[in-house]
């Protein structure tokens, strides 16, 4: 066979292969195994929740800030339930976005800190751009530096890797605490502080692409003891009366 029929003939076969039903995806996936996203961040291994995670980063916010993830239940593995040590936690590197990654705690009676939280203003998360607002009737600003594991849990200060550009929303509502960070670490602090039991912790900031503002944070504790502290929740990162630019950290006055 001449060499112009024998590549026609090749063509035609890749091209009849890679028609037929879910081919085209299995050979990108191998060719290209990560996504561009993944590529520039440097993660080199996609988690076990990442294609969960993944779809939480592209869920449209629908008025509903908080949203269970897996039926309410936590993914964690029965050898992350160890007991072997008291208490540990372990921090994702930054990215080469500078993005805050994945942090994990066993939470403990000693692990939680006995002084006040120091100053943590030299910490510059990416997409900090902050303003002044009104919220829930009192001045206050849109953006906080958000404890991936709070300080109350793990005495974290100002660990750059522990830190993400969260709205007030998010981190601390008063004025509807089910709906922020804070209610669920409380949650978690007043068990061990009465059960002197531990808690497997994890959050995971969901950023979409290459925003520098988490879309969300996903939230999952498992009290290692017994099921009394349960949960995997995802809140959005957002400011009733405001849009944000997640790509850049701007953020205008809805009207």
Do not use: W
């Given at each position: 066979m001449k060499q112009g029929k024998l590549f026609i003939v090749v063509i035609t076969i890749v091209l009849i292969i890679l028609v037929q039903p879910n081919v085209f995806d299995t050979v990108k996936h191998i060719l290209f195994p990560r996504s561009f996203s993944e590529q520039i961040s440097g993660k080199k291994y996609v988690t076990p929740d990442q294609d969960l995670n993944n779809s939480l980063a592209k869920k449209e916010f629908q008025g509903q800030r908080v949203i269970q993830v897996n039926n309410n239940v936590p993914t964690f593995t029965q050898k992350e339930m160890s007991l072997e040590k008291d208490h540990w936690k372990k921090f994702s590197d930054l990215d080469y976005l500078n993005r805050v990654g994945q942090a994990e705690a066993l939470l403990s009676l000693r692990s939680l800190p006995s002084n006040n939280r120091g100053d943590i203003s030299s910490v510059k998360p990416t997409g900090w751009k902050n303003k002044k607002i009104i919220f829930n009737g009192e001045q206050s600003y849109l953006y906080n530096r958000?404890?991936?594991?709070?300080?109350?849990?793990?005495?974290?200060?100002?660990?750059?890797?522990?830190?993400?550009?969260?709205?007030?929303?998010?981190?601390?509502?008063?004025?509807?605490?089910?709906?922020?960070?804070?209610?669920?670490?409380?949650?978690?602090?007043?068990?061990?502080?009465?059960?002197?039991?531990?808690?497997?912790?994890?959050?995971?900031?969901?950023?979409?692409?290459?925003?520098?503002v988490v879309k969300g944070v996903r939230m999952e504790a498992k009290s290692v003891e017994n099921n009394q502290i349960e949960f995997n929740i995802f809140i959005f990162n957002v400011q009733p009366g405001y849009k944000i630019n997640y790509l850049d950290g701007t953020t205008v006055k809805e009207k």
């Open positions: 958000c404890h991936l594991i709070a300080f109350s849990l793990s005495g974290e200060n100002d660990n750059p890797k522990n830190l993400f550009t969260g709205t007030r929303a998010l981190n601390a509502d008063f004025a509807n605490e089910q709906q922020s960070m804070v209610y669920y670490e409380k949650e978690i602090a007043n068990y061990i502080r009465t059960t002197n039991h531990h808690v497997l912790y994890r959050v995971t900031p969901i950023f979409n692409g290459i925003d520098l």
